[in-house]
């Protein structure tokens, strides 16, 4: 990943979901994941993805738009949100 910007790395919202599953594999469902090639395969994978950021408990105020166009800023929102919740699950593990 380039920067927020970088729909090569961020439009098919697969790095989303990896980077939920980093945070809690358990949660993550792969036969779901798509392969981000079609427009509805990247819906399908934000939308996805969001929901698993939800499961974390991460406030989320972007949608599905916003990780498919590669909105830089709710993209470093959602990316800040979620890795303060990494350090959180860290702690817990410890």
């Given at each position: 990943?380039?920067?927020?910007?970088?729909?090569?790395?961020?439009?098919d919202g697969k790095f989303l979901i990896n980077l939920c599953s980093?945070?809690?594999?358990?949660?993550?469902?792969?036969?779901?994941?798509?392969?981000?090639?079609?427009?509805?395969?990247?819906?399908?994978n934000a939308k996805y993805g969001i929901t698993l950021a939800r499961k974390l408990e991460a406030i989320v105020f972007c949608v599905w738009e916003d990780m498919v166009n590669c909105n830089a800023k709710q993209n470093l929102i959602m990316y800040s949100t979620l890795c303060d919740i990494a350090e959180t699950y860290?702690?817990?593990k410890e």
């Open positions: 990943m380039k920067d927020f910007k970088d729909k090569s790395a961020l439009s980093t945070i809690e594999e358990r949660y993550v469902n792969w036969d779901l994941l798509t392969p981000g090639e079609t427009d509805e395969d990247k819906c399908l860290g702690k817990k």
